[in-house]
């Protein structure tokens, strides 16, 4: 029982600090720009196909450091091009437009490198278990994994909260003009947080590829789960998105590695259905078969006991 919980703990991290990998991009984009981007779930799927291409001939260190690049300059363009023009018609347009940005780049993900898997691998480096516990090995990568997450959380707090830059983006987005008036380029600032933004969903692409495979449908795997992560942490609130994150990791690891289900329940409470009962399929349900929809039941109940999330300050 220890040995499944302790795993359970580590994998429900693993998977939960990917998830804020990729939420913190979408909460920043929201709390600098109010803009909800449908996207940005095919942004990192962007980062994994590119980062695929680019291990291929220089390995994965080079995809891991270059694809996120290439998908933020991405996401700048798609600000600068199409995100500015329809922003003054407010944010039923945004929404559209991004929405049909995303049917745009599975498309062209599709037409460039196909509808099958991809044989996207971690690297050599890491290919060895960072510990063994009870007999179990848990993999070098997974604990790569953790810390790359850790640190992008730190240093986005920092710079959001602590540095002069911060200040700045954040003036940015309640008084535009008085931060003109100041001599910064607000239409330069938008787009560079949209870069950023964009930059770390294809960071969170680069290393979710190896572990949750490259494939065309690796986006709407991920992409409703982010958009739950963002509003039950609060929307633009970066601290609530690692809560957040975290908590939906821990809850589907724990679900999964557990045999518990409806009917220890209905044993426990002396409670007993007949066969031809109407509801005997749903009381013979297991938690591992009900895991993937934990996370929006949780949001259902987050939504109606705090509605402005768990840190979140706007109201939805």
Same mark, same amino acid.
Request: aromatic share 12%; no cysteine; charged share 10%.
């Given at each position: 029982?220890?040995?499944?919980?302790?795993?359970?703990?580590?994998?429900?991290?693993?998977?939960?600090?990917?998830?804020?990998?990729?939420?913190?991009?979408?909460?920043?984009?929201?709390?600098?720009?109010?803009?909800?981007?449908?996207?940005?779930?095919?942004?990192?799927?962007?980062?994994?196909?590119?980062?695929?291409?680019i291990s291929l001939h220089f390995g994965f260190w080079t995809g891991l450091i270059f694809a996120p690049i290439i998908v933020g300059?991405?996401?700048?363009?798609?600000?600068?091009?199409?995100?500015?023009? =329809?922003?003054?018609?407010?944010? *039923?347009?945004?929404? %559209?437009?991004?929405? &049909? @940005?995303?049917? +745009?780049?599975?498309?062209?993900?599709?037409?460039?490198?196909?509808?099958?898997?991809?044989?996207?691998?971690?690297?050599?480096?890491?290919?060895?278990?960072?510990?063994?516990?009870?007999?179990?090995?848990?993999?070098?990568?997974?604990?790569?994994?953790?810390?790359?997450?850790?640190?992008?959380?730190?240093?986005?707090?920092?710079?959001?909260?602590?540095?002069?830059?911060?200040?700045?983006?954040?003036?940015?987005?309640?008084?535009?003009h008085t931060v003109s008036n100041l001599g910064h380029n607000v239409p330069l600032i938008f787009m560079g947080v949209f870069g950023?933004?964009?930059?770390?969903?294809?960071?969170?692409?680069?290393?979710?590829?190896?572990?949750?495979?490259?494939?065309?449908?690796?986006? =709407?795997?991920?992409?409703?789960? *982010?958009?739950?992560? %963002?509003?039950?942490? &609060? @929307?633009?609130? +970066?601290?609530?998105?690692?809560?957040?994150?975290?908590?939906?990791?821990?809850?589907?690891?724990?679900?999964?590695?557990?045999?518990?289900?409806?009917?220890?329940?209905?044993?426990?409470?002396?409670?007993?259905?007949?066969?031809?009962?109407?509801?005997?399929?749903?009381?013979?349900?297991?938690?591992?078969?009900?895991?993937?929809?934990?996370?929006?039941?949780?949001?259902?109940?987050?939504?109606?006991?705090?509605?402005?999330?768990?840190?979140?300050?706007?109201?939805?």
């Open positions: 029982m220890l040995e499944v919980f302790i795993f359970a703990t580590l994998n429900g991290l693993v998977t939960g600090l990917l998830l804020f990998m990729l939420a913190s991009g979408l909460t920043l984009i929201f709390s600098m720009m109010g803009v909800l981007n449908f996207a940005h779930a095919s942004f990192y799927m962007l980062g994994a196909y590119f980062a695929y291409s300059v991405l996401g700048a363009l798609v600000e600068r091009y199409g995100l500015r023009r =329809v922003h003054q018609h407010g944010h *039923v347009a945004e929404l %559209v437009f991004t929405f &049909g @940005l995303a049917f +745009l780049i599975e498309e062209a993900v599709q037409f460039f490198w196909g509808a099958d898997t991809k044989n996207y691998q971690s690297p050599d480096l890491l290919d060895f278990p960072l510990f063994t516990l009870f007999g179990q090995e848990f993999p070098a990568y997974r604990g790569f994994m953790i810390g790359i997450s850790i640190t992008i959380f730190i240093s986005l707090y920092y710079v959001l909260t602590k540095s002069r830059i911060g200040i700045i983006i954040q003036a940015a987005l309640t008084h535009p950023v933004g964009t930059a770390l969903a294809g960071v969170a692409g680069v290393m979710a590829g190896p572990v949750l495979t490259t494939f065309p449908g690796m986006a =709407v795997v991920l992409g409703s789960i *982010v958009f739950v992560i %963002v509003v039950i942490g &609060g @929307l633009g609130s +970066l601290a609530g998105a690692f809560i957040a994150s975290i908590l939906i990791g821990l809850l589907q690891s724990y679900a999964i590695a557990s045999d518990v289900g409806m009917p220890d329940l209905l044993n426990l409470l002396g409670i007993e259905f007949s066969r031809d009962h109407p509801f005997t399929d749903l009381w013979t349900l297991t938690l591992p078969q009900i895991a993937p929809i934990l996370p929006f039941l949780l949001l259902v109940l987050v939504l109606i006991f705090r509605p402005t999330g768990l840190m979140g300050k706007r109201e939805q």
